[in-house]
């Protein structure tokens, strides 16, 4: 997997609109596509992705911190942000795309710094406007729950090219 280093680097809407979004996410996993940037600074990259569910992988350090020296709240719902929503993109058919209307999270309790955490996002509903999933982060020692999520996705039509 590779993370892209400039805009040029990223798919265009036209290359998007001939994949379906699973397509896409594939094409992540397998280093065909480059993975979001914002992976590389925040420690977390796409680890799994099937129609409806989606795993990004990722561990929180000391640059994730707040002031108070605890994993920030941004972090938790950036994974949860990005699982919920690709879990979506997993089942857009192509010339389709998503972006994410609005998500909620639940911080359940502190990530510690080092600790390896699945965000795993689980769409509920994919319609021809509008997605619906739901989210968790676990760690992937333990299972032990941290945060749980929910999202609203819009599903958008790609100009064709």
């Given at each position: 997997m590779f993370f892209a280093d400039s805009p040029e680097q990223l798919p265009g809407a036209?290359?998007?609109?001939?994949?379906?979004?699973?397509?896409?996410?594939?094409?992540?996993?397998?280093?065909?596509?480059?993975?979001?940037?914002?992976?590389?600074?925040?420690?977390?990259?796409?680890?799994?992705?099937?129609?409806?569910?989606?795993?990004?992988?990722?561990?929180?350090?000391?640059?994730?911190?707040?002031?108070?020296?605890?994993?920030?709240?941004?972090?938790?719902?950036?994974?949860?942000d990005g699982a919920m929503a690709c879990a979506i993109q997993s089942m857009v058919p192509r010339g389709t795309t998503f972006t994410t209307l609005e998500y909620k999270i639940n911080i359940l309790r502190a990530i510690p710094l080092g600790v390896e955490v699945d965000a795993i996002g689980i769409s509920d509903h994919v319609g021809r406007s509008t997605g619906v999933a739901h989210g968790e982060i676990r760690g992937v020692d333990d299972d032990r729950l941290y945060a749980t999520g929910s999202t609203t996705c819009i599903v958008l039509d790609l100009p064709r090219g």
């Open positions: 036209t290359d998007l609109a001939g994949m379906s979004g699973l397509e896409f996410l594939q094409g992540i996993l397998d280093g065909r596509l480059p993975a979001p940037p914002i992976g590389k600074p925040l420690n977390y990259s796409l680890f799994s992705a099937e129609s409806g569910r989606v795993i990004f992988r990722g561990t929180p350090d000391f640059d994730c911190c707040n002031p108070l020296g605890v994993v920030h709240g941004g972090w938790y719902g950036t994974l949860l």
